[in-house]
């Protein structure tokens, strides 16, 4: 009323227009006998010449006249407004918490489960890392063993003269010896202890010339699709332990290939910051060039996956594999500077991505070496090896050759025959030497005037911290053992001929 007073005593249709039905509604009910009640009742008011909403507790009764009939509506009317108003917003703001409780759940979950991912690749990388210092230590002291039963078997062949059936013999003794040799280079891999030679190279131009040779390998349901941009990013990497990992790859996903399907090899430029697969691999920061070989075989279990980068473990049968293809991969890419990442799913095949970070360095040229090298020399040798099976082997193998030969059990002894004046135009020594005198330090001496002399480096693995860096110094030659007497000639020849070169 005190909002209306000129309306006393007229229709209410005249004073609330806006709800003229509503309450001709309610009139006429009360009139009939009946009661109304509302609980916050939503309407529209024009206030001030504006139409609100607002709430109200309404409750609607009839008047009986004298004569029992109804004569009037009596009304009582609570403004609840502010109440309705408050409580919307309490709502609104318990649902934006219960959002937000949500969303952060979820976000708290993602990165649970990113650091555990982190956690179990480094866990995993704990284990190989241990692997792989078993395992090394074992394929050096296994090479050493090799050196002395192939040094002697081919110097036994050389004293065999026209005897065919001992020569026979020794021959398939030799094939063994390689056979175990390379066994254990593959070893050497997985420990990333073994001899590389990097250079720089365009990977997608070394996929591009494997596809023939690759495509050999595989049945003709086997469908081999090759996506590689010769112009892509230089990387720094062992040609032949590249090619040698690209086959691995390949043959691994023809096995899990039972009936038809294909085999997918991407190379492509990336950069891990932008990359999302790269970032969900947990890919350092940094431009990389990713080779990728996806198949839709068979796929692999949790477990098999797990295991699938250990050396030795296989799935194949008795005599169809020796579990060193895929820890060969993540050896030699780890030795790299490079990361291997496996995703694979049974029944949804498997995906292995190859990250070697980019170079800068120009492309190197791809010679190869010939094999008519000269083999017989007059040269003295220094022979420095502390296993005394080993020393002897290469001591008879050098004779053969036509050098004279000196030795030395150790760094010690071996620098006192290089200070002594004796003529001495090579060192020979093991890379890794007991003693005060290291390998590496004796090698210093000797390459430094006035001895001047080129070095040869003999061992089952070049350790980590032997030489400055992925490659050999200046001057400085490598033979890996087990090796062959052709391989020795031409390995002392070449370093005495650079030496040569050199003064020259």
């Keep these: 009323g005190s909002r209306h007073p000129f309306l006393l005593g007229k229709p209410v249709e005249l004073g609330w227009p806006e709800v003229a039905a509503f309450n001709r509604h309610v009139v006429d009910t009360c009139l009939a006998g009946g009661a109304l009640s509302y609980k916050d009742k939503e309407l529209v008011l024009y206030r001030e010449g504006h139409p609100e909403a607002v709430w109200m507790d309404l409750s609607y009764s009839p008047v009986p006249s004298e ?31 219960v959002r937000l409780t949500g969303s952060l759940e979820e976000r708290v979950a993602t990165e649970v489960s990113a650091r555990v991912a982190v956690e179990e690749r480094l866990r995993q990388a704990h284990k190989l890392e241990a692997l792989g210092s078993l395992t090394g230590g074992i394929a050096h002291d296994f090479n050493n063993v090799l050196q002395v039963i192939s040094a002697n078997l081919q110097l036994a062949d050389l004293a065999a003269d026209a005897h065919e059936t001992l020569r026979r013999r020794l021959a398939i003794a030799c094939d063994a010896v390689e056979k175990g040799a390379k066994l254990a280079s593959q070893v050497l891999a997985f420990a990333r202890r073994q001899p590389l030679a990097p250079m720089v190279l365009k990977p997608g131009r070394i996929v591009d010339a494997m596809a023939e040779m690759l495509r050999r390998t595989l049945a003709e349901v086997i469908n081999l699709v090759i996506a590689a941009d010769r112009s892509t990013w230089n990387i720094c990497a062992d040609r032949n332990q590249l090619e040698a990992a690209l086959l691995n790859l390949v043959v691994n996903a023809r096995d899990a290939i039972s009936t038809s399907g294909t085999i997918r090899i991407c190379v492509e430029d990336i950069d891990s910051a932008t990359d999302t697969r790269a970032a969900a691999d947990a890919i350092p920061a940094g431009e990389h ?165 080129p070095v040869l480096f003999a061992s089952g693995y070049p350790r980590a911290g032997s030489f400055h860096g992925s490659e050999l110094d200046e001057g400085v030659t490598l033979i890996s053992k087990p090796y062959r007497l052709d391989e020795l000639a031409r390995a002392v020849r070449n370093a005495l001929a650079r030496a040569g070169d050199t003064s020259g």
Excluded: C, W
């Design 289 to 453: 060039v990713r080779i990728s070989v996806t198949d839709t075989g068979s796929g692999m279990s949790e477990h098999v996956k797990a295991h699938a980068m250990e050396p030795f473990f296989t799935t194949k049968e008795l005599g169809h594999g020796t579990g060193l293809g895929l820890s060969t991969v993540f050896g030699f890419v780890s030795q790299s500077d490079g990361h291997v990442r496996l995703q694979s799913e049974e029944r949804q095949g498997t995906r292995v991505d190859l990250y070697f970070p980019r170079t800068f360095e120009p492309e190197h040229e791809y010679l190869r070496m010939p094999a008519d090298q000269p083999k017989l020399g007059g040269e003295t040798i220094l022979v420095v090896e502390d296993d005394i099976d080993v020393r002897t082997a290469a001591i008879d193998m050098l004779s053969e050759l036509g050098y004279e030969v000196l030795s030395a059990p150790n760094g010690d002894a071996a620098l006192a025959l290089l200070e002594s004046g004796q003529r001495i135009d090579l060192l020979f020594t093991d890379v890794v030497m007991p003693g005060a005198v290291s390998s590496r330090r004796l090698a210093e001496i000797a390459r430094r005037p006035p001895l001047d002399l």
């Design 67 to 97: 004569g029992g009939q109804s004569a009037g509506v009596i009304a009582i009317v609570f403004e609840t407004t502010a109440k309705v108003r408050a409580e919307r917003q309490r709502q609104e703001a318990e649902n934006a918490l």
